[in-house]
């Protein structure tokens, strides 16, 4: 019922800048909350990022003061804008988010996710 398209990735150097976007579609009552996971190779996803329906946002340790995360207005995009990238910020980095599909069920639904590569 929930779709959710990642877009962005690609090569960049060390020290460089991309941003992802997410845009969600399908049937949703209410969003609760959306964010950002990352998995490399051989490592457990992580999470990255988040933002709540009410404007809160959580980064992990790794990503502060490089990461934002943003959403649009009515939140069918979210935003990953990343700044000062380094070769261990290497990943596929997926778009998440936790909603109500109608008034009492609530769900989680993960993007296809999107490579990012760090590398000079």
């Known amino acids: 019922q929930v779709q959710l398209v990642e877009s962005g990735g690609g090569l960049v150097q060390p020290g460089g800048s991309l941003t992802l976007s997410c845009t969600a579609s399908?049937?949703?009552?209410?969003?609760?909350?959306m964010g950002w996971y990352r998995q490399a190779p051989g490592k457990e996803r992580e999470l990255v990022a988040t933002v709540n329906s009410g404007g809160a946002t959580n980064y992990a340790d790794s990503v502060k003061g490089r990461f934002t995360i943003s959403r649009e207005t009515g939140w069918k995009t979210v935003y990953l804008q990343m700044n000062n990238l380094k070769p261990e910020d290497t990943a596929v980095y997926y778009c998440?988010?936790?909603?109500?599909?109608?008034?009492?069920?609530?769900?989680?639904?993960w993007g296809q996710g999107t490579q990012v590569t760090v590398s000079s």
């Open positions: 399908g049937t949703i009552f209410r969003i609760i909350a």
């Open positions: 998440n988010t936790y909603v109500y599909t109608t008034l009492t069920t609530p769900g989680n639904y």
